[in-house]
C-alpha cells in the first residue's frame, strides 16, 4: 500500500521558515515526478512547486517563486519542500503528491498518490 506521510508544518511567525518533509513507502517514486499543493480555507488547492521525475525540471507557483525550494532524496524515498520569508497568505494545508509519470506535472488530476497533509499557519 503506498502512503505519503508529511511533516514539518507548524506555526511560525511572517518572515520565518518551515521545511516540509514527505516520506514515501510502499514504492519508490525515484524518477517519478512528484508535487507540493496546498489548498486554504474557502479556496480550491492549488499547485505550489512540482519536480519531474526525468531531468529534475521544476515549476514553481509564481507566488512562491524565490522563497520556496523543492528537493528529493532518492535514496531516502522523501520530498521536501523549503519554505523561506514565510507570508500570512502562505498559510493552507500543505499536500504531497506522487504520480506515476515521470514528466513535469502542474496540475492536481494528473497525480495519482496524496499524503494526509499538514497545516502550516504564518501570522503576522
Known amino acids: 500500500q503506498v502512503q505519503l506521510a508529511e511533516s514539518g508544518g507548524g506555526l511560525v511567525q511572517a518572515g520565518g521558515s518551515l521545511r516540509l518533509s514527505c516520506a514515501a513507502s510502499?514504492?519508490?517514486?525515484?524518477?517519478?515526478?512528484m508535487g507540493w499543493f496546498r489548498q486554504a480555507p474557502g479556496k480550491e488547492r492549488e499547485i505550489v512547486v512540482a519536480?519531474?521525475?526525468?531531468?529534475?525540471?521544476?515549476y514553481y507557483a509564481d507566488s512562491v517563486k524565490d522563497r520556496f525550494t523543492i528537493s528529493r532524496d532518492n535514496v531516502k524515498n522523501t520530498l521536501y519542500l523549503q519554505m523561506n520569508s514565510l507570508k500570512p497568505e502562505d498559510t493552507a494545508v500543505y499536500y504531497c503528491?506522487?504520480?506515476?509519470?515521470?514528466?513535469?506535472?502542474?496540475?492536481?488530476?494528473?497525480?495519482?498518490?496524496w499524503g494526509q497533509g499538514t497545516q502550516v499557519t504564518v501570522s503576522s
Open positions: 510502499g514504492r519508490t517514486f525515484s524518477g517519478h515526478s
Open positions: 519536480i519531474s521525475g526525468i531531468g529534475g525540471s521544476t
Open positions: 503528491a506522487a504520480s506515476g509519470g515521470r514528466w513535469l506535472l502542474v496540475v492536481s488530476t494528473a497525480y495519482d498518490y
